[in-house]
Nanobody, 118 residues
Framework: QVQVVESGGGLVQAGGSLRLSCAASGSIFNINAMGWYRQAPGKQRELVAVITSSDMTNYADSVKGRFTISSDNVKNTAYLQMNSLKPEDTAVYYC????????????WGQGTQVTVSS
């Protein structure tokens, strides 16, 4: 089993920055990709950013130029640097880790709340 733990959420004013961390542990095997998703109240969970084991990245259009995803393969950790935050970025942010055992569904963390005040 793989454990996924997010941290770094909080309350920030519009225009501010936060850095989220996602740590994977347990029976990790080979990680294929680590991604950040978010879910705002009353909305579906959506992809924010993903990074593959070969460091390829993909971002939602709404965060391009403001958010940066990175990873430390030695520590099995992914980061999401969020700059120029907007109230519409308010959501619970979840980390998903895909490995060779679960290449499609992956493993989910419990989420971390990000609240951006106007």
């Amino acid at each position: 089993q793989v454990q996924v733990v997010e941290s770094g959420g909080g309350l920030v004013q519009a225009g501010g920055s936060l850095r989220l961390s996602c740590a994977a542990s347990g029976s990790i095997f080979n990680i294929n990709a680590m991604g950040w998703y978010r879910q705002a109240p009353g909305k579906q969970r959506e992809l924010v950013a993903v990074i593959t084991s070969s460091d390829m990245t993909n971002y939602a259009d709404s965060v391009k130029g403001r958010f940066t995803i990175s990873s430390d393969n030695v520590k099995n950790t992914a980061y999401l640097q969020m700059n120029s935050l907007k109230p519409e970025d308010t959501a619970v942010y979840y980390c998903n880790v895909k490995n060779t055992i679960r290449p499609r569904v992956g493993y989910w963390g419990q989420g971390t709340q990000v609240t951006v005040s106007s």
